[in-house]
Protein backbone atom coordinates (compact mmCIF):
# COMPACT_ATOMS: atom_id res chain seq x y z
CA UNK A 1 0.00 0.00 0.00
CA UNK A 2 1.19 3.88 -1.10
CA UNK A 3 2.14 6.14 1.48
CA UNK A 4 0.54 9.55 0.98
CA UNK A 5 2.82 12.22 1.26
CA UNK A 6 3.43 13.81 4.12
CA UNK A 7 1.16 17.78 4.18
CA UNK A 8 -1.72 16.02 1.86
CA UNK A 9 -3.36 14.33 3.80
CA UNK A 10 -6.90 15.54 5.13
CA UNK A 11 -5.43 14.68 9.02
CA UNK A 12 -2.17 16.69 8.18
CA UNK A 13 -4.31 19.33 6.69
CA UNK A 14 -6.86 19.34 9.62
CA UNK A 15 -3.61 19.57 12.45
CA UNK A 16 -1.89 22.24 10.41
CA UNK A 17 -5.15 24.58 10.38
CA UNK A 18 -6.14 23.51 13.91
CA UNK A 19 -3.58 25.10 16.44
CA UNK A 20 -5.70 27.65 18.65
CA UNK A 21 -3.83 30.61 17.10
CA UNK A 22 -4.59 29.71 13.40
CA UNK A 23 -7.97 28.73 14.33
CA UNK A 24 -8.54 32.62 15.86
CA UNK A 25 -6.90 33.65 12.74
CA UNK A 26 -9.73 32.30 10.58
CA UNK A 27 -12.52 33.07 12.81
CA UNK A 28 -11.70 36.53 12.07
CA UNK A 29 -11.07 36.51 9.07
CA UNK A 30 -14.63 34.48 8.90
CA UNK A 31 -16.06 37.32 10.72
CA UNK A 32 -14.58 40.14 8.26
CA UNK A 33 -16.27 37.98 5.49
CA UNK A 34 -19.57 37.83 7.02
CA UNK A 35 -19.56 41.41 8.00
CA UNK A 36 -18.36 42.77 4.27
CA UNK A 37 -21.47 40.71 2.87
CA UNK A 38 -24.03 41.58 5.05
CA UNK A 39 -22.52 45.42 3.67
CA UNK A 40 -22.53 44.88 0.39
CA UNK A 41 -26.11 43.23 0.90
CA UNK A 42 -27.56 46.75 2.09
CA UNK A 43 -25.76 48.31 -1.07
CA UNK A 44 -27.57 45.96 -3.03
CA UNK A 45 -31.01 46.94 -1.73
CA UNK A 46 -30.11 50.66 -1.92
CA UNK A 47 -31.97 52.26 -4.49
CA UNK A 48 -29.24 54.97 -5.65
CA UNK A 49 -26.92 52.34 -6.49
CA UNK A 50 -29.34 51.57 -10.22
CA UNK A 51 -28.08 55.14 -11.08
CA UNK A 52 -24.82 54.83 -11.05
CA UNK A 53 -24.08 51.37 -13.50
CA UNK A 54 -20.34 52.11 -12.36
CA UNK A 55 -20.28 51.49 -9.51
CA UNK A 56 -23.32 48.79 -9.80
CA UNK A 57 -21.50 46.54 -11.42
CA UNK A 58 -18.62 46.70 -8.87
CA UNK A 59 -20.89 46.10 -5.85
CA UNK A 60 -22.43 43.10 -7.68
CA UNK A 61 -19.12 41.66 -8.62
CA UNK A 62 -18.05 41.89 -4.57
CA UNK A 63 -21.47 40.89 -3.86
CA UNK A 64 -21.57 37.70 -6.18
CA UNK A 65 -17.79 37.06 -4.31
CA UNK A 66 -19.08 36.92 -1.41
CA UNK A 67 -22.40 35.55 -1.42
CA UNK A 68 -20.37 31.95 -2.42
CA UNK A 69 -17.79 32.92 0.49
CA UNK A 70 -20.87 33.77 2.80
CA UNK A 71 -22.71 30.26 1.58
CA UNK A 72 -19.36 27.85 2.29
CA UNK A 73 -19.22 29.83 5.49
CA UNK A 74 -22.68 28.89 6.64
CA UNK A 75 -22.14 25.60 5.42
CA UNK A 76 -18.98 25.10 7.39
CA UNK A 77 -21.05 26.24 10.51
CA UNK A 78 -23.75 23.68 9.93
CA UNK A 79 -21.20 20.76 9.68
CA UNK A 80 -19.01 22.63 13.15
CA UNK A 81 -22.89 22.26 15.00
CA UNK A 82 -23.68 18.57 13.45
CA UNK A 83 -20.43 17.63 14.64
CA UNK A 84 -20.69 19.06 18.23
CA UNK A 85 -24.01 17.98 18.25
CA UNK A 86 -23.02 13.59 17.81
CA UNK A 87 -19.81 14.12 19.55
CA UNK A 88 -22.28 15.18 22.58
CA UNK A 89 -24.75 12.80 21.43
CA UNK A 90 -21.67 10.30 21.75
CA UNK A 91 -20.53 11.26 24.76
CA UNK A 92 -24.08 11.05 26.21
CA UNK A 93 -24.47 7.23 25.22
CA UNK A 94 -28.04 8.09 24.35
CA UNK A 95 -30.19 5.74 21.93
CA UNK A 96 -28.79 7.17 18.38
CA UNK A 97 -24.71 7.23 19.81
CA UNK A 98 -23.91 4.34 16.78
CA UNK A 99 -25.20 6.41 14.56
CA UNK A 100 -23.87 9.43 15.49
CA UNK A 101 -20.48 7.72 15.31
CA UNK A 102 -21.22 6.22 11.64
CA UNK A 103 -21.61 9.77 10.32
CA UNK A 104 -18.75 11.29 12.87
CA UNK A 105 -15.93 10.63 10.25
CA UNK A 106 -18.22 11.79 7.27
CA UNK A 107 -18.96 15.07 9.01
CA UNK A 108 -15.21 15.62 9.40
CA UNK A 109 -13.94 14.91 5.92
CA UNK A 110 -16.42 17.52 4.81
CA UNK A 111 -15.56 19.81 7.52
CA UNK A 112 -11.87 20.00 6.38
CA UNK A 113 -12.95 19.72 2.54
CA UNK A 114 -14.81 23.46 3.03
CA UNK A 115 -12.24 24.67 5.26
CA UNK A 116 -9.62 23.79 2.83
CA UNK A 117 -11.86 25.60 0.25
CA UNK A 118 -12.54 28.45 2.17
CA UNK A 119 -8.75 28.74 2.70
CA UNK A 120 -8.07 29.01 -1.35
CA UNK A 121 -10.79 31.24 -1.71
CA UNK A 122 -8.82 33.44 0.90
CA UNK A 123 -5.62 32.91 -0.73
CA UNK A 124 -4.67 35.91 -2.17
CA UNK A 125 -5.34 36.56 -5.79
CA UNK A 126 -3.78 37.28 -9.23
CA UNK A 127 -4.95 41.30 -9.88
CA UNK A 128 -4.79 39.63 -13.87
CA UNK A 129 -7.39 36.90 -12.79
CA UNK A 130 -10.37 39.48 -13.66
CA UNK A 131 -8.87 40.96 -16.81
CA UNK A 132 -9.87 40.46 -20.35
CA UNK A 133 -8.24 38.57 -23.29
CA UNK A 134 -7.09 38.58 -26.94
CA UNK A 135 -5.64 35.46 -27.97
CA UNK A 136 -4.24 35.25 -31.83
CA UNK A 137 -4.29 32.11 -33.46
CA UNK A 138 -3.34 32.11 -37.60
CA UNK A 139 -2.97 28.90 -39.27
CA UNK A 140 0.87 28.51 -40.21
CA UNK A 141 2.73 26.63 -43.38
CA UNK A 142 1.28 23.53 -43.89
CA UNK A 143 -2.21 24.38 -46.32
CA UNK A 144 -5.33 22.87 -45.13
CA UNK A 145 -4.31 20.54 -41.97
CA UNK A 146 -2.60 23.71 -40.61
CA UNK A 147 -6.12 26.07 -40.98
CA UNK A 148 -8.08 22.93 -39.84
CA UNK A 149 -5.72 22.92 -36.19
CA UNK A 150 -5.90 26.34 -35.82
CA UNK A 151 -9.82 26.25 -36.18
CA UNK A 152 -9.79 23.18 -33.61
CA UNK A 153 -7.42 24.97 -31.29
CA UNK A 154 -9.35 27.97 -31.67
CA UNK A 155 -12.86 26.49 -30.75
CA UNK A 156 -11.20 24.47 -27.97
CA UNK A 157 -9.72 27.80 -26.53
CA UNK A 158 -13.43 29.20 -26.82
CA UNK A 159 -15.02 26.35 -24.87
CA UNK A 160 -12.54 26.51 -22.33
CA UNK A 161 -13.25 30.40 -21.75
CA UNK A 162 -17.09 29.82 -21.72
CA UNK A 163 -17.13 27.46 -19.18
CA UNK A 164 -14.55 29.31 -16.87
Known amino acids: MRKKPAGRTAEAFSERFSSPSCRHHMLKQYEKIREKFLELQK ?7 VSDLARLKAVSQDFK ?5 NQKLSRLEAVEKSLADNEK ?9 TLAQEELPSLRAEFIEIEKALNETLRPQDPMDKKNVIVEIRAGTGGDEAAIFAADLSRMYMRFAEKK
Open 43 to 49: QMEDPKL
Open 89 to 97: LIKDGSELA
Open 65 to 69: EYEDL
